[in-house]
């Protein structure tokens, strides 16, 4: 399982993986690349959970070793 990690790191990882954004989006922000949209959690000060960060994981199809070494 990942590790929890910050709101703040993920979308910095996501714009290195070539995302754009954050964008808003009805209750959640989002972050886009061509026609894909990934949703990310709102921030409220506490890591993102390993469970949501193995959907988001899956979502955009990355195993967390190659996450990791963006």
Request: aromatic share 10%; glycine share 12%; proline share 7%.
């Amino acid at each position: 399982m990942p590790k929890p990690i910050s709101r703040k790191i993920l979308i910095r990882k996501l714009k290195n993986l070539g995302f754009g954004g954050p964008f808003s989006g009805g209750k959640h922000q989002f972050m886009g690349r061509n026609e894909f949209k990934v949703f990310i959690p709102n921030p409220h000060g506490d890591d993102i959970g390993s469970v949501l960060l193995g959907r988001i994981f899956k979502e955009i199809k990355i195993s967390e070793e190659d996450f990791n070494d963006l």
